[in-house]
């Protein structure tokens, strides 16, 4: 192994100049320090591979010293050593946890002294190519977790992989519809052709973009549809999709053909349909809002998502994605997450799912620096709540009993709602509401499930 670079911060001069004669003499370059404020300036002007440690100094204690290297982010790219001379079985085992590799005490013996240096760097350059390594995984398609529901849920997406019909994704916002249908086209033999993203609000404003037209002239202009011949037509917020949208889907499915504007003949289309959903489509189609034939076309192979909250066992595995996602994707400097730390974010609900577990990571990457501490994660996760403008404990007396209970009442449900994505079945069974009469409750309450204030 190539000799590092190390930095001796050791308050006794006839210390230091030993180890760095000692040090130097096996190919080792060596910088020094005397105290706190040297040692600062020392791994900034030159960051080492290796930091030998005192534990007393005249200006700041090494444990100190040891805390503000975490929270620098020294020890993402340096091994720290302790060093004492009546230090205590507390004082090494408090530097164990904030990130030292080992403590030595004095009067420090020569082959120890090599060996644990030895040791420490090849620890370092481990750890280094590992993280380096998971930079260099190939894209992760499938769900991530070791759970049940999430096993259960990667050998469905691979099963249907194999075969063209459509399909419906339902579940909860957050919990990764897109990231799933998009899987399910990278595995599947329609993995080299296009695979085209389409919010079924947008249809009819682009409906021109989409579909293509035919001109006054004659000329034929195709659109972003002809494109995916051969690909994957994935529609989001599909209980949203117009009339125009719905019949235009109809004709995909069933004819395998779509018909660009002004014109009178069909164009065919080969393409999957994978239309997602947060509440499904049995209530649009009971209001009369959809179509039941299209449906029944897309209900064949349903999947639902379970949300984070179903299977939190899966959290530390998914904030080690995130982490190595950030530091790959967008070149953010690592931070640890001891166990401790994983298993609040274990106990937490995540209404917002995936997304609001991604975002936090990303947060705490770039507003921080070395171990993410529990007082952290706390903190972090009170300000994800949202902040309530009324104290609960305040009860408006102004009104009387029938309306204080209507306004409970549209508090608790439109919360429900919002928690589970406007999923009126799920409300109904988390409520413990029949779902016809969450149906009349909700109306007399003025809540509508698609858009809950």
Not at 65 to 86: A, P, Q, W, Y
Not at 285 to 290: D, I, L, Y
Not at 324 to 352: A, C, M
């Amino acid at each position: 192994m190539k000799p590092g670079k190390i930095l001796i911060i050791d308050d006794e001069k006839d210390i230091r100049n030993l180890m760095q004669e000692i040090f130097e003499e096996e190919g080792y370059q060596v910088h020094l320090a005397a105290n706190g404020q040297q040692a600062r300036q020392a791994w900034q002007e030159h960051p080492a591979d290796l930091i030998f440690l005192d534990i007393w100094m005249p200006d700041v204690d090494g444990v100190s010293l040891l805390k503000e290297m975490r929270d620098s982010g020294i020890l993402t790219h340096s091994s720290v050593i302790m060093m004492s001379g009546h230090g205590t079985i507390e004082t090494a085992i408090e530097a164990t946890k904030l990130g030292a590799y080992d403590f030595l005490e004095k009067p420090l013996s020569l082959g120890k002294l090599l060996v644990t240096a030895e040791r420490a760097l090849q620890h370092l350059q481990l750890d280094q190519e590992n993280k380096h390594l998971k930079q260099k995984l190939p894209e992760q398609l499938l769900p991530i977790g070791k759970s049940k529901v999430v096993q259960n849920l990667r050998d469905t997406i691979e099963r249907l992989s194999k075969f063209t019909m459509p399909l419906l994704i339902t579940g909860e916002s957050g919990v990764g519809k897109h990231h799933i249908a998009e899987a399910i086209h990278k595995i599947s033999e329609r993995k080299t052709r296009r695979f085209y993203k389409l919010n079924a609000l947008d249809f009819d404003e682009q409906e021109r973009f989409i579909l293509g037209e035919k001109t006054p002239e004659g000329k034929i202009q195709q659109g972003e549809l002809a494109l995916v011949d051969g690909g994957t037509l994935m529609i989001s917020d599909i209980e949203t999709l117009s009339e125009r949208g719905q019949q235009f889907l109809f004709q995909l499915l069933t004819q395998k053909s779509y018909f660009r504007l002004q014109c009178d003949h069909p164009s065919p289309l080969d393409v999957r349909v994978i239309a997602l959903s947060k509440t499904g489509l049995d209530d649009v189609v009971s209001e009369g809002e959809f179509r039941e034939d299209l449906a029944q076309k897309l209900s064949v192979m349903p999947i639902f998502i379970p949300a984070l909250r179903q299977h939190t066992e899966d959290v530390p595995e998914l904030v080690e994605y995130f982490l190595d996602y950030f530091l790959t994707h967008e070149g953010l400097n690592y931070r640890e997450f001891p166990l401790s730390v994983k298993n609040i974010l274990r106990q937490y609900s995540w209404p917002g799912n995936f997304r609001e577990l991604k975002n936090l990571i990303q947060r705490l990457l770039i507003m921080g620096t070395g171990m993410v501490n529990e007082a952290e994660i706390k903190q972090a996760l009170e300000n994800a709540k949202p902040h309530e403008t009324t104290p609960a404990n305040i009860v408006d007396t102004s009104l009387n009993l029938k309306q204080a209970k209507e306004h409970f009442e549209a508090a608790y449900l439109g919360q429900l709602l919002r928690e589970t994505g406007g999923n009126v079945t799920e409300t109904a069974r988390r409520s413990g509401v029949e779902r016809t009469n969450l149906y009349r409750k909700l109306k007399s309450l003025g809540l509508d499930p698609k858009n809950p204030k």
